[in-house]
């Protein structure tokens, strides 16, 4: 096996000059420098990452981390949209990703901290976790840097990543006000995430800024869940017949929500407009397809792992990066 200690002596080099080199430090030419990747490109030269990473105190590795990763999870494909920007971007520096979920058990036996030293990454990514996740404390008094999505925490070593959730939700909530709708619902996520906590005042935004009452009775949780948006849309559009829309905070819950219409014959969209939040590849193929939405979840993961890499190469003085969203118009909306 190939050593560095074989590439100095083909490069007629010190073996200090080939580790330098190898690893980019400014110190050794571009002319070395190439010259040593040439020979050891010729000697089919393969590096020890875990020799490396215990020289260099870095692993060139980082976390994603995702609670509650399940197979309910493949259908609105977001983790996976996250993990595909995450990659993108790591593969691109020359780092490695490793993925580990967690549940409620696995955090009550590893903390946080030994989490990441077991898997010997330099960084993490935290998504999916709830607003009272004891997860959260350990971040922030963690040393070991981590970027979350769409959890608002910062310090010196803790960024975040969201979409305008409060903007996109206005704007789903507007549409239905300027296609004639008055009577318009909401069924949330809970009350332990962040974005439902956001979309919720979008929501209530936009019935302020057009001088509509705002009603606890039109306003449900359907916990993120097609099944439980179901069957709370089953009771709510039993008890509120006077609706004519819902905005609903993810498109899982959405699908709930046309599936509820549909027992009840309730037709999509002469009786009733339905919109959605994510954009998910199931919303543009259900029918009638959904109009939502739009959120960048690919850039998301991008985005998170890019701000990571700064944080970690000290490059950043913002720890905050908030995307946009875009009003995607189908099918299940009607202007009344």
Known sequence: ??????????????????????????????KTREK???????LNYSPNTLARSLVMNKSKTIGLLVSGLNKS????????????GINEFVGECDYDLVLFSTTSTKQREKTYTQLCKERRVDGAIIQGIRT???????????????????????????GYVTTDNVLGARNGVQYLIDSGHRNIGLINGHDFAFVSQQRLQGYTEALQMANLPIRKEWIANGEFSEEVAEQVALKFLKEHPELTAVFCASDLMALGVLKAARTLNINVPKE???????????????SPSLTTISQDTFRMGYEAAKLLLNILEGKTDTHVVTLGTALKIRESTKSI
Request: glycine share 4%; aromatic share 6%.
């Open 272 to 286: 009733l407009s339905v919109v959605g939040f994510d954009d998910i590849m199931l919303a543009s193929y259900v």
């Open 73 to 84: 999870s493949a259908k609105d494909n977001i983790t996976f949209e996250m993990l595909s």
């Open 36 to 42: 040593i990747l040439k020979v050891a490109k010729e």
């Open 1 to 30: 096996m190939t050593t560095i200690k074989d590439i100095a002596r083909v490069a007629g080099v010190s073996v200090t000059t080939v580790s330098r080199g190898l690893n980019g430090y400014s110190d050794v030419s571009e």
């Open 132 to 158: 009272d996740d004891p997860y959260l404390k350990e971040v922030i008094e963690s040393d070991i840097p981590c970027v979350l999505i769409d959890i608002p925490l910062t310090s010196p070593t803790v």
